[in-house]
């Protein structure tokens, strides 16, 4: 099944170069996801029913042509079934108004019981019910998980909100984008054009860790920055190019 939203962002969601920035992608395409899943019994106004949660493992999102203020976007998205029998891979695109596709995502997920936040299964039933299509976003439909880097530029200390904690009552998936977009060095920040984003969530960051660290580094072009818990261990791995 594949599942389509008509889209048109708020003026919020640009930057100062009339482009959508890389956190309101990511917002459109979990919006998306949400309401594929509200659509089918299973999305977050149904959690005190179903008891179950989705929690986002992965992010591999291609940026092909720049989306603009004040254009509508068609946006799509489909199961492609199980990975492993605790993963499943749910996979975007995002075409302008003329029809040119935009952005080609990927994204990989597991049931979690809202409750006692244990990793379930994912059954025959849910995956009949998502309705599993065999096409792909990207031509190599593997979603590896990033490697934790060896070294690190620099590092610096970040607070985290109040209003940064999700109804899971952990940090937002958007949020470790933010992080990562503090992070890097000025000049690169405001001159921008990246193409390129992945992301590796390893452990939530719960509402009681205020303050974590986030470490940068750059090889060829590509910037990868750590996110790390008050407890030094790995949270997130973020990549842009």
Excluded: Q
Aim: charged share 30%; proline share 2%; hydrophobic share 30%.
């Amino acid at each position: 099944m594949i599942y389509e939203e008509y889209v048109k962002a708020s003026l919020e969601d640009y930057g100062r170069n009339g482009r959508l920035e890389e956190r309101s992608i990511l917002r459109v395409l979990e919006d998306i996801s949400s309401y594929h899943s509200d659509s089918l019994g299973y999305g977050a106004r149904n959690i005190e029913k179903t008891k179950l949660a989705w929690l986002l493992l992965e992010w591999r999102v291609k940026i092909h042509l720049p989306l603009h203020y004040g254009e509508s976007y068609r946006v799509t998205t489909w199961s492609r079934g199980v990975c492993s029998p605790c993963t499943t891979l749910r996979d975007f695109e995002i075409f302008d108004e003329d029809g040119n596709l935009c952005v080609s995502a990927s994204s990989k997920w597991t049931p979690v019981h809202s409750e006692n936040k244990k990793i379930l299964r994912v059954t025959e039933d849910l995956l009949a019910l998502y309705g599993t299509e065999t096409r792909t976003a990207f031509e190599d439909g593997e979603l590896v998980r990033m490697k934790e880097p060896k070294e690190y530029t620099y590092e610096m200390p970040y607070h985290i909100d109040r209003k940064e904690i999700d109804l899971n009552g952990h940090l937002h998936n958007l949020c470790y984008l933010d992080i990562a977009l503090e992070t890097i060095p000025e000049d690169i920040y405001h001159m921008r054009d990246f193409r390129n984003i992945r992301i590796t969530y390893r452990k939530e960051i719960k509402s009681d860790e205020k303050d974590i660290l986030s470490r940068y580094r750059e090889d060829e072009g590509v910037h990868t920055v750590g996110i790390y818990g008050k407890d030094g261990k790995i949270r997130a791995i973020v990549s842009l190019s």
